[in-house]
């Protein structure tokens, strides 16, 4: 079975200073993982995205996360934060069972100080 | 480009009547259509997918359900809302098989049943 686990329910840094967001997975196949944002009443953002290709992925608005299946792990860094990154993000992994479902972690919520 | 759009924005229902929230993709054909529910404090929890017209697939017993009329169209329902419909209602699409294209989400609807 799929699961995905987020280590950290709240982060909180620096502005200016790098963040760094956990993620781990647990899959009998190679996933596709996937990192979305969400600001208070809105909807999830794609951030970026693996699948299969490039183990160093980079996405929107700074962030990239780096897919290590011997650590079984795809964290989410950036090197600076920025106030407008205070948000929530949620890991995700795609399941074997079905190419409609994904498993999605429960969430890291970013405060940034200013 | 594609846009997604979910109305209407908040909601605030009474206990036992009728829900219809909807949701339309604009410039793509025959998406992947999805209904997930985030309650307060807990993940995000599919409830409906579809892949054509007419074609719905459900994940969730519940008293909702959901409706493809048209390609691009997705509507969710209740003939009578109870205290626990209450959440934020997430509707989304693909291009296809989510282990290779990425969910993109609408900014959702808040219910609030009473």
């Known amino acids: 079975a799929q699961s995905v686990t987020q280590l950290d329910s709240h982060v909180s840094v620096s502005e200016g200073t790098p963040v760094l967001l956990r993620c781990n997975y647990s899959s009998s196949y190679s996933p596709s993982l996937f990192w979305y944002v969400q600001h208070p009443n809105k909807g999830l953002q794609l951030l970026l995205k693996?699948?299969?290709?490039?183990?160093l992925v980079k996405g929107i608005n700074g962030f990239e996360a780096e897919f290590k299946k011997s650590e079984t792990s795809f964290h989410l860094t950036k090197p600076s934060a920025h106030m407008s990154d205070a948000a929530e993000y949620f890991c995700?992994?795609?399941?074997?069972?079905?190419?409609?479902?994904?498993?999605f972690g429960s969430g890291t919520r970013l405060l940034v100080r200013p | 480009s594609q846009t997604i759009h979910q109305w209407p924005a908040t909601l605030v229902q009474p206990v036992g009547s009728p829900l219809s929230l909807e949701c339309t993709v604009e410039?793509?054909?025959?998406?992947?259509l999805y209904w997930y529910r985030q309650a307060a404090g807990r993940g995000l929890q599919l409830l409906f997918y579809?892949?054509?017209?007419?074609?719905i697939s459900s994940e969730v017993p519940q008293n909702l359900s959901a409706s493809r009329p048209q390609d691009r169209q997705f509507i969710l329902s209740s003939k009578k809302l109870l205290l626990s419909d209450s959440g934020f209602y997430l509707c989304?699409?693909?291009?296809?098989?989510?282990?290779?294209?990425?969910?993109?989400f609408g900014n959702g609807t808040r219910l609030t049943v009473t």
């Open positions: 410039g793509t054909s025959n998406p992947n």
């Open positions: 989304a699409w693909s291009e296809g098989s989510l282990r290779n294209s990425p969910l993109h």
């Open positions: 995700v992994v795609t399941t074997m069972d079905s190419s409609y479902k994904l498993i």
């Open positions: 693996y699948t299969s290709a490039a183990t």
């Open positions: 579809s892949v054509g017209i007419g074609q």
